[in-house]
């Protein structure tokens, strides 16, 4: 199993980013993908979380309304999608994964991280 990120990068604020993670190698259809982030000097947090079987999302409430996470075109792939970026969103986001129904940002119940991805919002 591995998960591989992509479309991090530096943008300014009020900018948008669109990161991607292909999950390679996965036997079952019943899991889940989130996106965590780990700021300078923060512990790492949770994003956003969607479901493969039924595309169910949950945010965290500091995301909502300018991040959305979806299921991407690839099998097995996600994305989160970025828009009005402030500087204190700058981090490195890690795509996570785990198999079963869970909907949540509990990053104790995701088994499966990627590399991470850094995201810089700056002028």
């Known amino acids: 199993v591995q998960l591989v990120e992509s479309g991090g990068g530096l943008v300014e604020p009020g900018g948008s980013l669109r990161l991607s993670c292909v999950a390679h190698?996965?036997?079952?259809?019943?899991?889940?993908l989130a996106w965590f982030r780990q700021a300078p000097g923060k512990e790492r947090e949770g994003v956003a979380c969607?479901?493969?079987?039924?595309?169910?999302?949950y945010y965290a409430d500091s995301v909502k309304g300018r991040f959305t996470i979806s299921r991407g075109g690839a099998k097995n792939s996600v994305n989160l999608q970025m828009n009005n970026l402030k500087a204190e969103v700058t981090a490195v986001y890690f795509c996570?994964?785990?198999?079963?129904?869970?909907?949540?940002?509990?990053?104790?119940?995701?088994?499966?991280w990627g590399q991470g991805s850094q995201v810089t919002v700056s002028s």
């Open positions: 996570a994964a785990q198999f079963g129904g869970y909907l949540g940002l509990d990053e104790t119940r995701f088994a499966y």
């Open positions: 190698g996965f036997p079952e259809d019943y899991f889940a």
């Open positions: 969607i479901s493969k079987m039924d595309e169910a999302a």
